[in-house]
């Protein structure tokens, strides 16, 4: 069961809206990914859906996160269905993430108090995710649609709170350009943690670069 409900995971995201995106097969290399964002003061962590056995990975995860990282919400990324929702439920997920808006998923979600993050790009997604208890939405991929939809979109629906992922970088530009449209928060991939910095194991490189991204943020909602 999660450690966190919907109140203190959207709380948590709100004081350190980047939430890194990750998934790999090796266990270890996954502790010490989320242990280097835990120390860059990263506060909610998406795991996503892929690969065989994710779930075996993610029950590791779980378990070890909540002694090591006692103030981290580990979520669950890249979820389609209701019956995958609730098998991460099981396993300790905080929140749920998708491509995709799935009616159900809200469902099994909303029973345990839990958030549900679906992918929205249009206003009529977006509220219809809000009306059976969406707290935020997903716009992806960030890289291909641009800050101006996050803009159009929040313009009539203000209250939205909109989470972007695909293409955004820890980098000042990139940055601002999302906080200044209006989202609630970024999701970063692969360019916080590049392919080469993780096999050579340089976990600095990590922490640095949250902490970088979090001193970004906080100028950029000044």
Partial sequence: MAKFDKFQVMAKIAAAPMVPVFYHKDVEVCKNVIKACYEGGVRAFEFTNRGDFAHEVFGELSKWVAVECPELALGIGSVVDAPTASLYLQLGANFVVGPLFNKDIAVVCNRRCVTYCPGCLTPSEIGLAQEVGCDFTKVFPGDVVGP???????????????????????????????????????????????????????????????????????????
């Fill in 148 to 222: 101006n939809l996050v803009k159009g979109l929040m313009a009539p629906m203000p209250w939205s709170k909109i989470m972007v992922t695909g293409g955004v970088a820890p980098e000042k530009e990139n940055l601002e350009k999302w906080f200044a449209a209006g989202v609630y928060c970024v999701g970063m991939g692969s360019k916080l943690f590049p392919s080469d910095k993780v096999k050579a194991g340089d976990w600095k490189y990590v922490t640095d670069k949250c902490k970088e991204c979090f001193d970004i943020i906080a100028a950029c909602r000044k």
